[in-house]
């Protein structure tokens, strides 16, 4: 059974002073775990950089495994979260009173209860509203953590309620440092090479890297290389990337056609394709400056479409063939 847990739970950080590169939020969260009194919280960032992981430890930390199960709410974006829930079944256990006794143990089990909101973000506006009387009401017997990536999406009555931390992305030593005290546990060889590509499709995020590490493992053995991590991370070789970008400078739109065509075919994700594509025009120094704009504008839109549910063939064939008349400087009145 412990073989098949993921490396993900197994190597999560159980205190809050273990958790990777959020200096000052640990020294922050340190304090307030040494005084017991914690603050509505909203934790922000980038995905993978230890935010459920701190809410989670601060948690463990306050009320130890056993006060744990009575005194902790831990909702995320798999479980209703819609405006009934806020007020039934978030708000009845925010309205419970707790004991105030002294209980025995290294905990400091403090007089209140603590309701973790993960994925945040992705609460309807009208669930947020509700929230905000609830968290008034009950702020003598509730903490509220919140949790999101974006904090734009949280409304500007719940955020002003909150103490707010941002949690950085790891830069690649951080990571790599992590990624190979798991290698050394579960006795991976990983060459610097491998680890580097590592970094790179995982984009500072931890528990990414740590899951495709994972699956490569099972895959491939204790031996793993830089092209048995790309097949199991979905990222589109390179070299298909290239070639389409070649294609558009080409400006020959049967040959656009046939390439798009082509990676539809292979089953590559168009919104991968996309952020590819992106960090290769952006980096090119053979267009323009007006030329990149004018490019990823018309990207930025075309991966809108697809989240609205458009047709990927027809949203990357539009790329490729925008990309072709600006890189071939045709009129913009053809640009609709």
């Known amino acids: 059974m ?6 993900v739970e197994k190597y999560r950080p159980r205190k809050v002073k273990d958790v990777a590169h959020q200096d000052e939020v640990v020294r922050v969260l340190t304090n307030t775990l040494e005084t017991a009194d ?18 989670l430890a601060i ?3 306050l009320f130890g495994p056993e006060l744990y199960k009575t005194r902790v709410l831990e909702l995320n974006a798999s479980d209703d979260r819609g405006i009934n829930v806020v007020r039934t079944k978030i708000k009845d256990f925010a ?6 006794g002294h209980h025995p143990g290294p905990y400091p089990c403090p007089p209140f209860k603590i309701i973790i909101l993960d994925e945040a973000d992705s609460m309807t506006e009208d669930a947020q509203n509700a929230l905000r009387r609830t968290m008034e009401t009950y702020s003598k017997v509730t903490r509220f953590i919140f949790i999101c990536n974006y904090i734009s999406r949280i409304i500007e009555p719940l955020a002003s309620r909150c103490a707010k931390f941002r949690f950085k992305s790891l830069p690649d030593d951080i990571l790599s440092t992590r990624v190979l005290h798991v290698c050394n546990e579960e006795n991976l060889h990983l060459d610097t090479k491998s680890l580097s590509t590592l970094g790179s499709i995982s984009q500072g995020d931890l528990r990414r890297a740590i899951t495709y590490l994972q699956s490569a493992a099972r895959l491939y053995g ?9 097949s199991v991370s979905g990222i589109i070789p390179q070299v298909v990337v290239e070639t389409l970008f070649n294609v558009c400078k080409v400006g020959n739109f049967d040959d656009a056609d046939a390439e798009v065509s082509n990676i539809i075919a292979e089953g590559y994700p168009v919104s991968q394709m996309f952020s ?3 960090e290769l025009i952006v980096g090119s120094d053979d267009i323009s400056d007006e030329q990149k704009a004018k490019i990823c504008k018309r990207m930025a839109e075309a991966d809108k479409c697809l989240i609205d549910g458009a047709n990927e063939y027809l949203q990357l064939m539009d790329v490729a063939s925008f990309t072709m008349r600006v890189l071939s400087n045709m009129s913009q009145q053809m640009c609709f």
């Open 222 to 230: 204790s031996s793993i290389s830089s092209e048995n991590l790309i």
């Open 38 to 55: 914690c603050p509505h919280m909203l934790f922000y960032g980038p995905p993978g950089t230890g935010k459920t992981t701190t809410a």
């Open 59 to 61: 948690s463990h930390q």
């Open 276 to 278: 590819q594509l992106f």
């Open 95 to 100: 309205s419970v009173a707790v004991s105030t």
């Open 2 to 7: 412990q073989n098949s847990q993921p490396w």
